[in-house]
Every structure is written in structure tokens, then in C-alpha cells.
């Protein structure tokens, strides 16, 4: 079941100076949203106080409301709170393991007693990985190609059917051919959970997304549709960044 | 090549720790050398070991002794690594940040104990594992007032030993341990994390696996330090270099250091400088030592390359 | 894809039967500390595994009946018991004395373990049986065996306080010690003689450390290698093989041109060493960690320091002396700093070499320290017990000023250049 994400005045500081400025905007259910926004905006940081990966950092604090599914996730368990919320990083980070077990790793790490072979075939078939990878299921996730590693990373997050899945710039690291495979994937998961995904393309944004966010030295400038932000922005600053006048 | 000067003389000074090495090696096999021929090798890797003080007639059996190494250094090592995985899983991942450095402070102070204080103050221990003769009494240790001697001979035991061995390197394994797990990628700690593993599932299935050569070099240094150690052997352990009766009365193993101790007459110094032979099986003895130190060494070696080549691409 | 999360089991509600586990858990693990220390109470331990048993199988029933989840963690539980309870009672009274050590360390083993298990399965109900609360709920495991650990220490730093602190005074600390007059009763020798093998360890040590981890690092190649792999073997050397061919050493210099140097006057028995001797022995311990230091710092250089230096015409020597070294001479003197400490506590390497240091202390005269102090007054000589064994505390609470001293200033140092070494 896809859940909705919303953010109320989000405010998110390291050692005290703000990164993150009483943001406010929601991520429907089932949609892909896209966050726009030039380098050190405060994009990840958005992005890891969602699933509270945030607090990792000891310099960290964040001020405001997320709500997961109505349920607010400053207040959750992380635990459970992670399970609802999967993410997927700038590198590819796979597990030195076999690549059913990076697969199957958020089921055995929650004790769920399910049909692995099952839950393995099905997270790689929607990560666009299944024809590639069917005999190699127990070979090195290390031995991969660095665009198979990421569409293993998704296949690992999809697993454990989170609600809601964190992109972080997933196609960075990736070559173009990769980069489209992996958004086949993600339109593969449409409908079935929430996709928030930051990206510098907007070629990419513009292909994938439903929404948009764009977001300027950690304030929220714009958040609307994607072709209503990429044709016809109401903010000028929206449409300088999107003309590339300044990144 | 260009020659320099910095070059000739970091070379001339960087060879001299080689040159003391060679010494070290060739001083012990020099003095070996009469056991080479006067006792044999069969003799040598035997368990019959006898010593009889005033008639001078001796069997060195070394068995019963390396037996005692193993053993000791064994249990030193299966209470120290749980003891420094606790202290290093704590510090570096469920400590907050200043009880974590406390923490370590206080086992970087506690390195600088010398062996021979945890020797002269085991007597403390002996309330944990009173020795045979003493079993069914009470041991209530008087702080106050310790004895004077060496524990009596009836006291000692290789567990006791074990511990005091353990305590001494826990301080040293531990910050290395503390430092592996330090250095395991914070992506794969994160990525773990995300995928909905708790702190606990984390540490047992990355962090723990991807420290394991750190995890490894630690105990091989404990393994070292543990089996050189003649000071606290001598405090603790039996040093008669016998078999154990029963057999299987592991407490009253002597480990190797403690024959060598008693051989060399560093325990026993009536015997110092009056009998050559003793003294010879007694480099002999340092020689077997260093070998199972370097046997240690090896296997080290290839269970870490081992490890870092399965978790590094 | 359906939520796998669905059917979970529901969250247990009541508090009172893993509070009540968890109480009975804290007073297992105390009573098995106890059980440790004093072996007599070991009889005492089968009626307490009996009513531990059967708490913990009241209360999980109890527990399982709410939560209907089957737990592995009773049967693991419940079997430890029973193994506890068959060790205590079944082992017949014929057996070896030892083996009763044996019984009762097994049977402690076995409460500790069985009750920290329980607290921390308790303490996981308590907590609300979330996953959070499982991460929460394994402290006990980690912090029993840092407790025991530390008051292990503390009960060793607190008997020699005990005993040593009331010993020490100012007579003992300045007065010489000659055997054969009965007026030179202290250990000044010793004190002066812990210094000396520091100074000289020191001396001999740092330049070939130094210069042995500039090569390493600095020019490579073959007998780089050679030079790494003996420092790696001078690490993993037990520490007795250094004392006997330092004994070696000594014994060969008698009679040849070394004995003025490395072994003091015939009229002194044979096999022991100045402090020259024993200095050069000890400072294979300390080649090792200054090796390593250098090498670390050097490493840690930034590049551009270096190359700049080189861009800008400087000789090799040049930049080695202006660059290189004072870059890493901060991490040199730290682990000189710990070298020292490891020198002034060893025994092992020393112990055949030292004698009573009543001929002075200079380099060329038989060597002694505080710690060899310890050893000839519970191994080597009757007569020095009988007129020094009193101070024995004393000079351990002294020798354990000086390396604790060392280690703490090196610790100090270290975390002041931490930062700028941490990056390489
Ligand atoms: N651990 C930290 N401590 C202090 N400041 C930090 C930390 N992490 C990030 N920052 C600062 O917070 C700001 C936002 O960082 P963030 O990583 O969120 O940017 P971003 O939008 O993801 O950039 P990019 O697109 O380059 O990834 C930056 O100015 C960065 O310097
Ligand atoms: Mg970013």
C-alpha cells in the first residue's frame, strides 16, 4: 500500500546553521515526486530526515512534522519507521554477499517467514533485473556492474514492500543505458508505492515524475505538477534555475 | 639510482633493526646448539619431562608444555575477545560520544599497567578459582595484608593465569578492535539501516563480518603478548613443566614460558650458570616459541588477506 | 505485492511478568558473580537453579499464553537450566579435587549467561517489544563483561594503593641500596636506573626507528621489504626470546673487547648486562611502535607539502629535514612516549641482565630498574625479601606512576593530533 508523505515546516540544522527552511509540501500516494534543486540545497538532507537516517549524524536536528500514512515519524519506532520507508543512495552500496541474500536482506534482518524464492524473483523482476540475473542469484553482489549494483539496491529496498521509497540522485553513478533501465523500473512501481526521487536531470525529472519540487538554498520554492512546473512555473527563480541561469 | 644522503643514512639505520634480529635468532640457535646433540628430537617432542634437582638427571619433554601454551593462551584469548568486542561494540556504536571516550581513555591508560603488576597482584583472583588442595575452603583474600611470596605452589593454576593474561591484553585488543569497526564504511552501515535492520542486526551481520580482519590482527597481537609472557606465568602457573594427573587436569599445565623460566634458572635461580644443558633446551624452548608465534603470525596473515578479499570487490 | 507486515504478532500489553523476570535475572547475575569469587557457595547453587527454573517457566508460560508467539528463547533457557542444575548435582564427590573448580566456574558460567539472556529478553518485553526496544534490550550484554572487566582493574589499582601508598617516604625514595651496608635501604638505584634505561632506549631507538620507517616509506624496494618484514617479526616476538639472548649476549662478552661495555666487571656474576646492554634489547620493542609512527605521519603528509617543497628546488635532504620530519615528529614522540612506558614496566627482556645497581648508575654499570626491583624480591634472592619485601607495594604503586604517567601524556598528546593526522 502506498502512502502519502507529507511535510510541515520542516526546519533541519547542522551544528546550528540551517540547511533546511520550514519546508512544507506533500508527496501523494502511489506518484513519483522529483526534487530539483542546484548542489548543497539541502536535497539529502530533506531526503534522510524522511526515514530518520538523519540522526546518524551527531550534528544533526530537525524541527517540524513528518507524517507517513497520517502517522508521525518523528515519533515511530526507526525500526518500523524503515521498513515503511525505503532508500536508495547516490552509490550504489550493495552488501558483500551473495546477491540473494543483499535481496532478501531486510526480510531476514525483520525475522518475516515468508517464500524467499518468491519475494527474490519477484523485487528483481520489478528492479528490471530478473532476465539478467536468474542463474546468478548466487554469485557476489560485487562482482556486478555498477548499474546492476543500483538496480539491485532496489531490488533490495522493494523487498520488504516499504510504502514509500527514497531516491537519492540513484542515476548518478550510472551510464545512460543503465539510467534508463533503472527508470523503467521505476515506472514499473508506479502506483504500487510512493517514489520520492532527487536528481540533478531534468530530462529525467521531466520523463518520470508526477511532481515536482524545486527547492533553492533549503526553502521550498515551487512544489506542482511536472508539466505544469516545467512549462509554465509560477516563480521566476523556478524558471532561471530550469533555463540553467545559475546552479 | 641517485644516491643521497637521506637515502644511505635512513638505509644504514633502517637496517640495524634487521641486523638485532639476525642477533637475536643467531644468539638462540648458538645456545641451542648443544641440545641439538645431546638431547634428541624424539626426546624433545615428547611428554616425558622429569627433573631431578640434585641428582642433575634430566628428560625434556616439551609437549606437556607446548600443550600448556595452547591452553593458556586459548583461554586468555576466549575472555579477552568477548571483553573487547563488548568494550568496542560500546564505545564505537551504542556509547553516546563522551561515555564512548571515557571509555576509551581509561583502556588506553590501562595499557600502561606492566605485566609484572597484574603478576604480583593475581593473588586477588585466586578467590575465583581456588586450586585443588584448597577446594572445598573458603578463599577470602585478605587485601589488606597480601603475602609476601610468590602464590604457593598448591595455588597456582593455568586458569588463573589465563585470566591474569587476559587482563592484560584487553587493552590492547580493544582499541584495535574499536578502530576496525570504526573504519567500516558508513554506506554500508547506512544501507543496512535503511533496509529496516536494527542497530543489533547491523552489528552482527556487516559490521562485525567487514571488522573481522582488524578483529583477527587484534588477536593475534593479544596471542603474542599472551604467549611471551613469562612474568605473570611465573606468578600464576605451575611451571613444572610435567603432564598434568590426570591427564586431562588442564588447571596444572605450565606453559612454555614457565619451563623456560625454570630451565633458564629466571625462576629457579639456584640453577643459573651451573648447568649448561638446561640453559641450552631452554633457548631451544625460546626458539619452538617464536616458531608457533610465527605460525600465528602466518595464518593471521592469510585470514585477513582471506577476509579483505571477500569483502572488498 | 501484500504487506508481509500484516499478521505480526500483537504487542504484549502487561509489564508485571517481564519485570518480575528481569528482577529475578539481575539477582542470578550478581549471585553468579558471587558464586565466581567464592567456590564453598557453589552448594547453594542447585536450589537457586531450581527456583530460577521454574520462575522463568511460570513466567514465560504466562508471557506465552499473551502474546501466543512461540519463543525459542524459553527452550534455550529452559535447557541451560536443566544442563546447570545436571552439572551441580550429578558430579560425584570422588572425583579429582579440581574438577570442583571446574563445577563451580561452569555452573557460574552457566547463571550468568542464562540470566543475562533472561534480563535482556525482559528488558525487550518491558521496553514495549518493539525493534527499537530489541536493540535497547541487549545493553546487558555488553555491559556485564565491561563492569567485570573494569572492577577487575579497579580491584588491582586499588591493592597496590591500598598497600603501597601508606609504604612510601622520602627515605625510601632518596636513599641508595647496598647490600652490604644496612643503612643503604632504598631504591633510589632502581628510580635512577628505570630513567637510564628510558634515556638510553630513547637514544638508541629513535634515530633507527626513524630512520628504518623514513626508508620504508620514503624509497621502497626490496630491502624495504626486508626491513618491514623484521619489524613485523620484532612485533610478534614473544618477549621472552629477547631475554635470553640479551642473557646470551652478555655471557659471550665476557672476556673478549665488548666486556667494559655490554657486560659489567667480571667480579659481578656472570650474564649480567650494563644498561647499555639491556637498553639496546629493550629498544626492540620500541623500533617497532616508532617505525610505525613515522610511517603513519609521513604518510598522512599532505601531498602538496611535499611536492612543493621539491617544485621549489629543495634538495632531497632539504625537504627531509624541513618537511618530512617536522610533519611527523609529533606522532615520533608520542610513540616514544608509549615505547618508554613499555620499557620502564618490562621484565622479561631485562630479567637475567639486572643486578642490585649498587656499582651506579651510568651506562657502563650493571643495569636495574623498579620492575626488576619486584622480580628479585619475589623470584631471585631470599636475602633482598628479607630486607626489601616490604617495599614491594611501593615501588609497584611508584613504577605505576611513571608508566601510567607515560600513557597518559600520550594520550593526551595523541587526541591534540588526532586531527591532523586522521587524514591520509
Ligand atoms: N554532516 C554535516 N555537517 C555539517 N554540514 C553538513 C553536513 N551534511 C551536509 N551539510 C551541509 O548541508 C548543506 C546541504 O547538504 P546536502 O547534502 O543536503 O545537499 P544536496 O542538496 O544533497 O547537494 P548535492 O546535490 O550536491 O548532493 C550543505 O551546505 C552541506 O555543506
Ligand atoms: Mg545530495
Redesign the interface.
Known amino acids: ?1 502506498p502512502a502519502t508523505v507529507e511535510i510541515k515546516h520542516l526546519s533541519v540544522s547542522y551544528n546550528g546553521t540551517n540547511v533546511v527552511k520550514d519546508v512544507s509540501f506533500e508527496m501523494p500516494a502511489g506518484k513519483v515526486t522529483a526534487i530539483i534543486g542546484p548542489s548543497g540545497c539541502g536535497k539529502t538532507t530533506l531526503l534522510r530526515s524522511i ?1 530518520r ?1 538523519s540522526e ?1 549524524t ?1 550534528n544533526c536536528r530537525v524541527q517540524g512534522e513528518i507524517m507517513v500514512d497520517g502517522e508521525n515519524v518523528l515519533k515511530m ?4 519507521l ?2 515503511k520507508v ?2 536508495v ?1 547516490q ?1 550504489p ?4 554477499k551473495s546477491i540473494k541474500e543483499n535481496v532478501l ?3 531476514k ?2 525475522k ?1 517467514k ?1 517464500d524467499h524464492s518468491d519475494i527474490v524473483k ?1 523485487s528483481l523482476q520489478k528492479a528490471v533485473l530478473w532476465e539478467e540475473l536468474e542463474h546468478r542469484l548466487n554469485e557476489s553482489a ?2 556486478l556492474s555498477i548499474g546492476q549494483q543500483q538496480r539491485l ?1 532496489v531490488a ?2 522493494l523487498a ?2 516499504p510504502e514509500v521509497i527514497l531516491m537519492d540522485e540513484p542515476a548518478s553513478a550510472l551510464d545512460p543505458v543503465s539510467t534508463l533501465k533503472l527508470e523503467e523500473s521505476i515506472q514499473s512501481m508506479k502506483g ?1 508505492v510512493t517514489l520520492v526521487i532527487v536528481t540533478h536531470n531534468m530530462q529525467q525529472a521531466k520523463r518520470v515524475a508526477d511532481y515536482t519540487a524545486f527547492i533553492y538554498r533549503g526553502e521550498l520554492i515551487e512544489c506542482n505538477e511536472t508539466e505544469k512546473i516545467f512549462a509554465n512555473p509560477d516563480r521566476s527563480e523556478t524558471r532561471d534555475y530550469l533555463e540553467g541561469k545559475f546552479s | 639510482m641517485r644516491r643521497s644522503w637521506p637515502r644511505a643514512l635512513s638505509f644504514m639505520l633502517g637496517i640495524i633493526p634487521v641486523l638485532l634480529l639476525l642477533l637475536v635468532i643467531g644468539v638462540a640457535v648458538w645456545f641451542s646448539s648443544l641440545t641439538f646433540y645431546r638431547v634428541g628430537w624424539g626426546e624433545l617432542f615428547s611428554f616425558y619431562y622429569q627433573n631431578y634437582r640434585q641428582g642433575g638427571w634430566w628428560e625434556f619433554g616439551l609437549l606437556p608444555s607446548i600443550m600448556g601454551t595452547l591452553y593458556v593462551v586459548l583461554l586468555a584469548l576466549a575472555i579477552s575477545l568477548p571483553v573487547s568486542l563488548a568494550i568496542a561494540v560500546y564505545a564505537s556504536e551504542y556509547a553516546s ?1 563522551a561515555v564512548g571516550r571515557v571509555l576509551r581513555t581509561i583502556l588506553g591508560t590501562l595499557a600502561g599497567i606492566p605485566p609484572i603488576i597484574y603478576g604480583l597482584t593475581s593473588f586477588i583472583f585466586l578467590g575465583f578459582f581456588v586450586s585443588p588442595s584448597f577446594t572445598r575452603v573458603k578463599t577470602v583474600v585478605d587485601l589488606a595484608a597480601p603475602p609476601l611470596h610468590p602464590i604457593l605452589d598448591q595455588q597456582k593454576s593455568a586458569i588463573l593465569g589465563g585470566i591474569m593474561l587476559a587482563l592484560m591484553i584487553i587493552p590492547f585488543m580493544a582499541p584495535l578492535i574499536d578502530e576496525a569497526i570504526r573504519n567500516v ?14 542497530k543489533w ?1 547491523t552489528i552482527g ?2 559490521i562485525l ?2 571488522a573481522l580482519p582488524g578483529i583477527i590482527g587484534a588477536c593475534a597481537l593479544g596471542c603474542f603478548k599472551a604467549m611471551g609472557d613469562l612474568i605473570i606465568v611465573a606468578f600464576t602457573c605451575r611451571s613444572n613443566g610435567q603432564l598434568p594427573q590426570p591427564w586431562w587436569d588442564v588447571s596444572n599445565l605450565s606453559p612454555l614460558t614457565g619451563t623456560i623460566g625454570w630451565l633458564s634458572g629466571i625462576l629457579y635461580p639456584a640453577l643459573l650458570g651451573k648447568n649448561d644443558l638446561t640453559l641450552s633446551v631452554s633457548y631451544f624452548s625460546t626458539l619452538v616459541l617464536l616458531g608457533m608465534a610465527l605460525i600465528v603470525l602466518g595464518l593471521a596473515t592469510l585470514l585477513q588477506r582471506w577476509f579483505r578479499k ?4 | ?5 500484516a499478521n505480526q504478532a500483537p504487542l504484549l500489553r502487561t509489564k508485571t511478568a517481564p519485570a518480575a523476570a528481569a528482577l529475578i535475572a539481575s539477582a542470578g547475575i550478581i549471585y553468579g558473580l558471587v558464586l565466581c569469587c567464592i567456590n564453598s557457595l557453589e552448594t547453594f547453587a542447585v536450589s537457586f537453579l531450581a527456583v530460577l527454573l521454574a520462575a522463568i517457566l511460570a513466567l514465560w508460560t504466562f508471557v506465552r499464553m499473551a502474546v501466543k508467539e512461540n519463543d525459542r528463547g524459553l527452550l534455550v533457557t529452559g535447557a541451560a537450566c536443566m544442563t546447570a542444575i545436571i552439572i551441580v548435582t550429578v558430579m560425584p564427590e570422588g572425583l579429582p579435587a579440581s574438577f570442583h573448580v571446574y563445577r563451580s566456574f561452569v555452573a557460574a558460567a552457566l547463571i550468568i549467561g542464562l540470566c543475562v539472556a533472561t534480563l535482556c529478553s525482559a528488558v525487550y518485553r518491558l521496553l514495549g517489544s ?3 526496544a530489541f ?1 535497547n534490550s541487549r545493553y546487558p550484554i555488553l555491559i556485564l563483561p565491561i563492569v567485570i572487566a573494569l572492577i577487575s582493574y579497579g580491584m588491582i589499582l586499588f591493592v597496590l594503593c591500598l598497600n603501597g601508598l601508606p609504604q612510601i617516604s622520602w627515605q625510601l625514595i632518596s636513599t641508595p641500596y647496598d647490600p652490604a651496608n644496612a643503612a643503604l635501604r632504598g631504591i633510589l638505584n632502581d628510580i635512577l636506573g628505570t630513567f637510564m634505561l628510558m634515556l638510553l632506549t630513547s637514544i638508541i631507538s629513535l634515530p633507527v626507528g626513524v630512520g628504518a620507517g623514513i626508508y620504508m616509506s620514503e624509497y621502497g624496494g626490496r630491502i624495504a621489504g626486508i626491513i618491514r618484514f623484521s619489524t613485523m617479526l620484532l612485533r610478534a616476538m614473544p618477549v621472552v626470546v629477547l631475554g635470553l639472548a640479551a642473557y646470551g649476549v652478555a655471557r659471550m662478552a665476557y672476556d673478549t673487547a665488548w666486556q667494559g661495555i655490554l657486560a659489567p666487571d667480571p667480579t659481578i656474576m656472570i650474564g649480567r648486562g650494563t644498561f647499555l646492554l639491556a637498553s639496546a634489547f629493550l629498544s626492540l620493542l620500541v623500533i617497532p611502535v616508532i617505525t610505525r609512527a613515522t610511517e603513519e605521519g609521513l604518510r598522512s603528509l599532505p601531498r602538496d607539502l611535499r611536492e612543493g617543497s621539491l617544485a621549489v628546488g629543495a634538495t632531497e635532504g632539504y625537504t627531509l629535514l624541513h618537511v618530512l620530519l617536522p610533519w611527523s615528529l609529533p606522532n615520533i614522540l608520542t610513540g616514544l612516549l608509549l615505547g618508554c612506558a613499555e620499557v620502564a614496566g618490562n621484565v622479561t627482556v631485562i630479567v637475567l641482565l639486572c643486578g642490585f645497581g649498587n656499582y651506579g648508575v651510568t651506562p657502563f654499570t650493571e643495569a636495574t630498574s623498579l620492575a626488576h626491583f619486584i622480580y628479585k624480591v619475589m623470584f631471585a634472592d631470599r636475602s633482598f625479601r628479607m630486607s626489601m619485601g616490604n617495599y614491594v607495594y611501593a615501588v609497584s604503586v611508584i613504577l605505576l606512576i611513571i608508566t601510567l604517567g607515560l600513557t597518559i601524556v600520550y594520550l593526551v598528546l595523541r587526541n591534540k593530533f588526532a586531527e591532523r593526522y586522521r587524514a591520509h
Not at chain 1, 519506532?77 to 518500523?80: A, E, G, K, Q, S
Request: include cysteine; proline fraction near 7%.
Open positions: 500500500m526515514n537516517l546518524l551527531k519506532d526507526t525500526v518500523l524503515r521498513r525505503g532508500m543512495f552509490q552500496n550493495p552488501f558483500p536482506y531486510g526480510i534482518a525483520a518475516i515468508t519477484s560485487l562482482n539496491c533490495r529496498s520488504i514492500t504500487d | 560520544g564504511p558508513a554506506r554500508l552501515k547506512e544501507a543496512s539501516l535503511a533496509l529496516g535492520a536494527g542486526h551481520h556487516i563480518p567487514h571477500k569483502y572488498t570487490a | 505485492m501484500s504487506n508481509l507486515f518493539t525493534p527499537v536493540d
